[in-house]
Protein backbone atom coordinates (compact mmCIF):
# COMPACT_ATOMS: atom_id res chain seq x y z
CA UNK A 1 0.00 0.00 0.00
CA UNK A 2 2.47 2.40 0.81
CA UNK A 3 6.14 2.54 -0.69
CA UNK A 4 8.74 1.90 1.86
CA UNK A 5 11.02 4.40 3.60
CA UNK A 6 14.21 5.27 1.73
CA UNK A 7 17.22 4.46 3.88
CA UNK A 8 19.84 7.32 4.05
CA UNK A 9 23.07 7.90 6.13
CA UNK A 10 23.95 10.65 8.30
CA UNK A 11 26.51 12.69 6.83
CA UNK A 12 27.23 13.79 10.32
CA UNK A 13 27.29 10.73 12.65
CA UNK A 14 27.17 7.90 9.92
CA UNK A 15 23.88 6.57 11.51
CA UNK A 16 21.68 4.79 8.68
CA UNK A 17 17.89 5.49 9.08
CA UNK A 18 14.78 5.63 7.21
CA UNK A 19 14.14 9.36 6.27
CA UNK A 20 10.37 10.40 7.05
CA UNK A 21 10.01 13.86 7.53
CA UNK A 22 7.55 14.13 10.82
CA UNK A 23 10.41 12.87 12.90
CA UNK A 24 12.64 15.71 12.11
CA UNK A 25 14.84 14.37 9.77
CA UNK A 26 16.48 15.71 6.61
CA UNK A 27 17.98 14.26 3.46
CA UNK A 28 21.93 14.61 4.88
CA UNK A 29 20.95 14.49 9.07
CA UNK A 30 19.07 11.94 10.95
CA UNK A 31 16.79 13.75 13.63
CA UNK A 32 19.72 13.61 17.00
CA UNK A 33 22.28 15.58 14.66
CA UNK A 34 19.49 18.55 13.63
CA UNK A 35 18.56 18.69 17.23
CA UNK A 36 22.21 18.97 18.83
CA UNK A 37 23.43 21.70 16.01
CA UNK A 38 25.28 23.48 18.15
CA UNK A 39 28.17 21.16 18.77
CA UNK A 40 27.85 20.73 22.15
CA UNK A 41 25.00 18.58 23.48
CA UNK A 42 23.78 17.92 27.52
CA UNK A 43 26.79 17.45 30.44
CA UNK A 44 28.95 19.25 27.86
CA UNK A 45 26.76 22.46 26.76
CA UNK A 46 26.47 22.57 30.83
CA UNK A 47 30.02 22.71 31.54
CA UNK A 48 30.83 25.45 29.37
CA UNK A 49 27.89 27.52 30.80
CA UNK A 50 28.83 26.65 34.33
CA UNK A 51 32.50 27.59 33.64
CA UNK A 52 31.13 30.87 32.56
CA UNK A 53 28.61 31.71 34.99
CA UNK A 54 31.81 31.18 37.45
CA UNK A 55 33.86 33.66 35.63
CA UNK A 56 31.19 35.86 35.54
CA UNK A 57 30.82 35.57 39.24
CA UNK A 58 34.50 35.87 40.04
CA UNK A 59 34.80 39.33 38.78
CA UNK A 60 31.82 40.46 41.51
CA UNK A 61 30.11 40.11 45.08
CA UNK A 62 26.84 38.98 44.69
CA UNK A 63 24.51 41.07 46.84
CA UNK A 64 20.78 40.76 47.94
CA UNK A 65 18.22 43.19 46.11
CA UNK A 66 18.63 45.94 49.45
CA UNK A 67 22.67 45.49 49.58
CA UNK A 68 22.54 46.22 45.56
CA UNK A 69 20.68 48.91 45.33
CA UNK A 70 22.88 50.92 48.34
CA UNK A 71 26.09 49.90 46.58
CA UNK A 72 25.17 51.60 43.34
CA UNK A 73 24.07 54.87 45.10
CA UNK A 74 27.40 54.50 47.41
CA UNK A 75 28.98 54.55 43.58
CA UNK A 76 26.81 56.91 42.06
CA UNK A 77 27.99 59.59 45.21
CA UNK A 78 31.38 58.75 44.52
CA UNK A 79 31.23 59.71 40.63
CA UNK A 80 29.03 62.91 41.62
CA UNK A 81 32.30 64.37 44.09
CA UNK A 82 34.55 63.04 41.87
CA UNK A 83 33.08 65.33 38.73
CA UNK A 84 32.20 67.89 40.94
CA UNK A 85 35.78 68.33 42.05
CA UNK A 86 36.94 68.38 38.63
CA UNK A 87 34.85 70.86 38.06
CA UNK A 88 36.15 73.15 40.30
CA UNK A 89 39.28 72.77 39.79
CA UNK A 90 38.39 73.63 36.42
CA UNK A 91 37.04 77.15 37.42
Known amino acids: MFAPEP ?3 CQDCGRRYAYNYR ?3 SKHQCNSCRTNR ?3 EGRHMRQKLKGQMIAELDKCVPLCMNCDAEEHDRAEE ?3 TASQASLSQCT
Do not use: P
Request: hydrophobic share 25%; glycine share 24%; proline share 0%.
Open 78 to 80: ARD
Open 38 to 40: GGL
Open 7 to 9: IYT
Open 23 to 25: RGH
